[in-house]
Nanobody
Framework: VQLQASGGGLVQAGGSLTLSCLAS????????VAWFRQAPGEEREFVAA???????FYEGSVKGRFTISRDNAKNAVYLQMDSLKPEDTAVYYC???????????????WGQGTQVTVSS
């Protein structure tokens, strides 16, 4: 599976962005897909995930502000990010795996990352 993340950019605090993760090379609909992020000098952390049947999981600080969704017909997963805060600034990565712990770092497939910068 090859993953391509896009949609990052510069936004003011309180604004919104939608990240996209497009997959190719396999039956994407069978995979759980997650978004992780890594801020400068910080470890990569779990943000959100969605299973193949659409069950969603969120890290506590983004719950209620971020929404993960998928469109299996388009081999795509999206992360709608609303009410963005400066602390959301990071490189965001999508990852996919057929069977791994939802919040695990051991996803088999990773995208290249897209930068999200939130100004105060």
């Amino acid at each position: 599976v090859q993953l391509q993340a896009s949609g990052g950019g510069l936004v003011q605090a309180g604004g919104s962005l939608t990240l996209s993760c497009l997959a190719s090379g396999s039956t994407f609909s069978d995979y759980r897909v997650a978004w992780f992020r890594q801020a400068p000098g910080e470890e990569r952390e779990f943000v959100a995930a969605i299973t193949w049947i659409g069950r969603q999981f969120y890290e506590g600080s983004v719950k209620g502000r971020f929404t993960i969704s998928r469109d299996n017909a388009k081999n795509a997963v999206y992360l709608q990010m609303d009410s963005l805060k400066p602390e959301d600034t990071a490189v965001y990565y999508c990852a996919a795996d057929a069977d791994v712990g939802i919040r695990s770092m051991r996803y088999a497939y990773w995208g290249q990352g897209t930068q999200v910068t939130v100004s105060s």
